[in-house]
């Protein structure tokens, strides 16, 4: 099954942003031990490449790099082992080198014209941020009705409480953060590993 596919079936994508590198990496691991599979390491902290790395090595896990800006940085996040690109923005560089790599990209995109714009450049899948703001799970069904072909990825606003909601109006995946953290946004092992645990079991009922 290809990468793009893994992500379409697994849906839920932790989208992990830390102080530290050590801070990423127990975020990374509770996830995994709560059985996610889909994990987003973001490039805005000192490290990352590191960390992807280090939890690329896990088998069955698919680890990408987040908040790619541009091909210098997706060059870095694929020598560092990534299997998919995130980018809040739409780049044509950085889809030709992912292409070249047979690696998916998923770009930043929101009004129609901007979604079917990405598409036509080549990307795999647009992510919708900060879709809360923009209006939630209803917007995603009224871009869906005329556009069934885009591969969408919510961000922004997703929690566990409406994770499924945004599932089920039409996106392939949705990326959630917050969800897996303490009341107060901590990372704490233990209480990553529950809430995944919660998150995938949620998941399940679909």
Known sequence: MSTLEEIKRNKVI????????EKALEFGEGCIKGGLKLIEVTFSFPGAQTVIAELSKTEGILVGAGTVL????AAKAL??????????????EIID????????TIQGALTSSEIVNAWKLGVDMVKVFPVSAVGGPSYIKAIK??????EIMTTGG?????FLDYIR??????GLSSAFLTEDKK???DTVVQNTKLIVQRLSTL
């Not at 541009?70 to 940085?73: G, I, K, L, R």
């Open 187 to 189: 990372i704490k092992f």
């Open 158 to 162: 997703v929690n566990y409480n409406n």
């Open 70 to 73: 541009d091909a210098d940085m």
């Open 14 to 21: 932790a989208v992990i942003r830390a102080e530290t590198p």
């Open 97 to 104: 080198l992912a292409t070249s790599k047979q690696v998916p």
């Open 79 to 92: 020598e560092s082992g990534a299997s998919f690109l995130v980018s809040p923005h739409t780049d044509q």
């Open 169 to 174: 109006a039409g996106a392939s995946a949705v």
């Open 145 to 150: 009705d005329p556009l069934p072909f885009a």
